[in-house]
Nanobody
Framework: VQLQASGGGLVQPGGSLRLSCAASGLTFDTCAIGWFRQAPGKEREFVARARYSGGEPYYADSVKGRFTASRNNAKNTWYLQMNSLKPEDTAVYYC?????????????????????WGQGTLVTVSS
């Protein structure tokens, strides 16, 4: 499995960015695709997760209503649309893959549970 994240950059507070995650090597039994972020000096933080088979994504409370996860099936690419960005959203963002055995619901926010990580893309929210 290979993941290639892109789309990060510098944006002013209140602005928007769309991150992309191009995935290869995934199989039909993949459990989910997710997003984490890591701010300087902090631990990795869960952002969003969507089942590979489809359905509504699940979001961290800190981004709910501002971030939207989506997918382009034809391109095998996942997106994270980030609106109303705040300085506290500044972080390196990673896309991740959960493969079988699937992570149990109570542990989906635990970064160590995920099998594959992309290289990360830096998002800086600053005026």
């Amino acid at each position: 499995v290979q993941l290639q994240a892109s789309g990060g950059g510098l944006v002013q507070p209140g602005g928007s960015l769309r991150l992309s995650c191009a995935a290869s090597g995934l199989t039909f039994d993949t459990c989910a695709i997710g997003w984490f972020r890591q701010a300087p000096g902090k631990e990795r933080e869960f952002v969003a997760r969507a089942r590979y088979s489809g359905g509504e994504p699940y979001y961290a409370d800190s981004v709910k209503g501002r971030f939207t996860a989506s997918r382009n099936n034809a391109k095998n690419t996942w997106y994270l649309q980030m609106n109303s960005l705040k300085p506290e959203d500044t972080a390196v963002y990673y896309c991740v893959v959960d493969r079988p055995p699937c992570i149990i619901w109570g542990r989906i926010r635990n970064a160590r549970e995920y099998d594959y990580w992309g290289q990360g893309t830096l998002v800086t929210v600053s005026s």
